[in-house]
């Protein structure tokens, strides 16, 4: 489960070390670190009470492959690969031209049922890709997100980029099992998430 390119014959699983990803992709174009969650900051601190005294969390960090349109994010405490980013940049998006775009293929995993695994290309299995657009129907959404044509889709929650000078607009965060999608307010992906079943 996780990442394989058709292109260099690369994979990077979940749970690999940070030196598995080198070994693998070379170094990252950068490295950054995970906002602090404020509910963390504030868990178990009564209302008025000084802060503790304690050590500041430690926060996950991504490897930052922008050549590559993508993010690996790793769990601060076990250094290991919990979380995938793969970005489309389109434009009208706030981190156009930070990335080139990740021509992914998403691809079921039909002994399982889960998702997460980038393919070759010319599969007949359902799949989503980088150039996939989000419909208001379940249509055309691919099979393993298991949302039938007759089910209701998610909520989206709204994502603010935050910037009160931000001349981007909102974009829709649509979460799944084991998959989030952020959808531009025209339908385009913005970026995918893949993630396992009990990581945050």
Same mark, same amino acid.
């Given at each position: 489960?996780? *990442?394989?390119?058709? /292109? ?12 598995? /990803? ?59 690969? %919990?979380?995938? /980013? ?15 775009? !990740? ?24 799949? *989503? ?8 129907? !379940? ?24 910037? %009160? ?17 952020? /959808? ?17």
């Amino acid at each position: 489960h996780g *990442l394989h390119f058709s /292109v260099g014959g690369q994979a990077v699983l979940f749970g690999f070390t940070p030196q598995e /990803v080198w070994d693998e992709l070379g170094p990252p174009g950068g490295v950054t670190y995970k906002r602090v969650d404020t509910m963390i900051i504030h868990a178990g601190q009564e209302r008025g009470a000084p802060p503790a005294h304690s050590p500041a969390p430690t926060r996950d960090y991504f490897y930052n492959y922008f050549n590559r349109g993508l993010d690996v994010l790793f769990d601060s405490q076990t250094h290991r690969v %919990k979380k995938f /980013v793969l970005h489309t940049n389109p434009v009208g998006h706030v981190d156009f031209n930070l990335y080139i775009k !990740c021509n992914f293929t998403l691809l079921s995993r039909p002994a399982e049922g889960a998702s997460g695994v980038v393919a070759a290309q010319g599969s007949k299995t359902p799949s *989503l890709d980088a150039d996939w657009q989000w419909s208001s129907s !379940c249509q055309n959404v691919p099979s393993f997100l298991n949302v039938g044509p007759t089910e209701t889709l998610p909520h989206p929650v709204v994502h603010l980029t935050g910037a %009160k000078a931000n001349p981007f607009p909102p974009t829709y965060v649509y979460g799944f099992r084991n998959v989030v999608l952020e /959808v531009l307010k025209n339908g385009h992906l913005a970026s995918v998430t893949l993630f396992k079943a009990g990581d945050s």
